[in-house]
């Protein structure tokens, strides 16, 4: 079962409510998606925790609900 863009989105913003979320259809299939996550909440974590976070903002959708994620996190003004 495929996720729409917006409903990563909301996840993610739900779970770090400051985060600035860009979402990218890889494919236009709505499983294989390109994720940019930026927030002060990632100052000082390595890029493991920080994707942590993430992760655990979807709720158990990463490998079901959503079949691929290409995640990038930046803290503010660090962005790729």
Do not use: C, N
């Not at 903002?57 to 962005?79: F, I, R, W």
């Amino acid at each position: 079962m495929a996720m729409e863009a917006r409903d990563i989105e909301a996840l993610i913003k739900q779970g770090i409510p400051d985060a600035q979320v860009t979402i990218e259809d890889l494919r236009g299939d709505g499983d294989h998606y390109a994720a940019l996550v930026v927030s002060e909440a990632f100052r000082g974590l390595s890029r493991v925790r920080q994707h942590q976070l993430v992760y655990g903002a979807l709720a158990g959708k990463m490998g079901g609900d959503l079949h691929a994620l290409a995640l990038q996190t930046a803290v503010p003004g660090q962005e790729p």
